[in-house]
């Protein structure tokens, strides 16, 4: 998973909801779509689910997420030893 992966699943878990995330990450809604639907055959599993009132997550999207999570902040963490020593 790469940090833009990880930005995209943090963002859409925050906002609960495609088309503000998009508007947030500034992608189109179909671009983001796109993107989870990439994101779900690379793990081979169901994200997660749509309904009227937003996205819910399954338990592998929470674990995805979890994961992006953790992922970023060893990013950072990196990123700031390699530029700011």
């Known amino acids: ?3 833009r ?5 943090i963002t859409i ?3 609960k909801n495609i ?3 998009a508007d947030r990450l500034f992608v189109s ?5 796109y993107k989870l639907q990439q994101l779900e055959r690379q793990y081979n ?3 997660l689910n749509r309904g009227r009132h937003g996205v819910q997550f399954t338990q592998q999207g929470e674990y995805l997420v979890d994961f992006a999570r953790s992922t ?3 990013l950072d963490s990196l990123e700031h030893i390699f530029y700011f020593d």
């Open 19 to 21: 088309t503000k995330a």
């Open 13 to 15: 878990y925050e906002e």
């Open 72 to 74: 970023l902040k060893r």
């Open 29 to 33: 809604q179909p671009t983001l779509t």
């Open 1 to 3: 998973m790469n940090k």
């Open 45 to 47: 599993t169901k994200i």
């Open 5 to 9: 992966e990880c930005v995209i699943l």
